[in-house]
Nanobody
Framework: HVQLVESGGGSVQAGGSLRLSCEVS????????MGWFRQAPGKEREGVAA???????SIPDSVKGRFAISKDNAKNTPYLQMNSLKPEDTAMYYC??????????????????WGQGTQVTVS
């Protein structure tokens, strides 16, 4: 049973930084794709980063230069580093995982496993 638990969210002033973590359990695949998404009230969910088991990462232009994704290989834990945060970054942030790595990019939406989310509020 795969479980993903996000942490690291909180309230921060504009210009600040946060680092989100996603603890993954029950996921023992050596080949995978993991992604970060966000959803603000009244808006559609959008992908903000993805990384595959080979370390290839993908960031959309909307957050490129401010957001970065990385992973701990030993723990299969993906991280989302968010810098220069803006009020429009306020949203619930979710991580997701898939046991396949092809077509792994921020645009991928068909992840089978999702976390419950962590709130990020930028004022």
């Amino acid at each position: 049973h795969v479980q993903l638990v996000e942490s690291g969210g909180g309230s921060v002033q504009a210009g600040g930084s946060l680092r989100l973590s996603c603890e993954v359990s029950g996921f023992t695949y050596s080949s995978y794709c993991m992604g970060w998404f966000r959803q603000a009230p009244g808006k559609e969910r959008e992908g903000v980063a993805a990384i595959d088991s080979d370390g290839r990462s993908s960031i959309p232009d909307s957050v490129k230069g401010r957001f970065a994704i990385s992973k701990d290989n030993a723990k299969n834990t993906p991280y989302l580093q968010m810098n220069s945060l803006k009020p429009e970054d306020t949203a619930m942030y979710y991580c997701a995982a898939d046991r396949v790595k092809w077509v792994c990019g921020w645009f991928k939406t068909d992840f089978p496993d999702w976390g419950q989310g962590t709130q990020v509020t930028v004022s």
